[in-house]
């Protein structure tokens, strides 16, 4: 079994960024991230995206709108940011307070602007196999992965457990894009899917984006699969100081041993996510700036 190494993968892409950013002239990429409310995960995803920025030479303008903003006064926020030619990429953290439509949101953000690639336009540009938008941090993220653990998928079985827009159909769609890097026979699978394990065992690359601890088990997978575990979940552990610990949906100390690649929870998917949105940030800045 090898461990794919997220932390270590996502330190060189950030390295790469931080080289190319360096070399830009005049001002560079900035991005803004809004966050409403106070939700603990999201406070620490948005404070990890502004240091990850800082690093890089990205500038980030955090706008901490109040929890009670209307979806008017969040349009007319986001309508201002996108008219401001000193921002080159829009993150709104998700989850938003359950008064707000998200989607709605996403949708708001200039498709040239949409660096979490959740817009419609951007969406549909990977269905139609068109590498001139913004690919989700996630999905974008696995991409990479695999890549860069040298996984190839053309011709290969992938199964992905999950069908969100964040997650499961977009990376199930870059798999199956008509590309060389890709051209991956796919099976997405949900909660409605009868047979799961069955499904599972057949896949060369297993994908879990669920959402639930520890999932996946040994007698779902087949040996030498490439397993890949987006899921991040609380369960409740006395032993540590903050009284929980961060696992998968896979349940890492049986299928690792089976596993032909697998990534770990944390330091797997995590680290890339916010890797690719600095990537996104500056393929915007790019776009809107050409040299
Ligand atoms: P989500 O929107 O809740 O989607 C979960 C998917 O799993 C749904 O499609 C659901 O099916 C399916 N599912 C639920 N129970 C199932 C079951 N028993 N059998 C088969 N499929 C089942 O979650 P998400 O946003 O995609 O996130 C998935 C996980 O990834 C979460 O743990 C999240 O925290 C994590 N995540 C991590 C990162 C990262 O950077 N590491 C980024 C994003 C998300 P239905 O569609 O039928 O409901």
Known sequence: MELIDGNKIAAGIVAELKAAVAALPARKPCIALVRVGEDPASVSYVK??????AEIGITSRVILPPVAISQAELFALIDQLNADSAI????????????????AVFRRITPHKDVDGLGTINLGKIAQDDDSGFVGC???????????SGVRLAGRHVVVIGRSL??????????MQKKSWANATVTVCHSQTTGLPALTRQADV???????????TADMVKPGAVVIDVGVNRVADASRKNGYRLVGDVHFASVAPLAGKITPVP????????????KNTLKAYRQQHPA
Not at 48 to 53: D, I, L, M
Not at 88 to 103: F, K, N, R, W, Y
Not at 206 to 216: D, S, T, Y
């Open 206 to 216: 297993l994908i879990a984006a669920i959402g639930r601890a520890e999932f996946v």
């Open 48 to 53: 990890r995206k502004e240091q990850t920025a």
């Open 166 to 175: 964040l997650v499961g159909k977009p990376v199930a769609l870059l798999a």
């Open 138 to 148: 996630t999905p974008a993220g696995i991409m990479e992965l695999l890549a860069r």
């Open 88 to 103: 080159d990429g829009i993150l709104v953290q998700s989850p938003l307070p359950a008064h707000l439509d998200e989607t």
């Open 267 to 278: 330091g797997g998917v995590g680290p890339m996510t916010v890797a690719m949105l600095m």
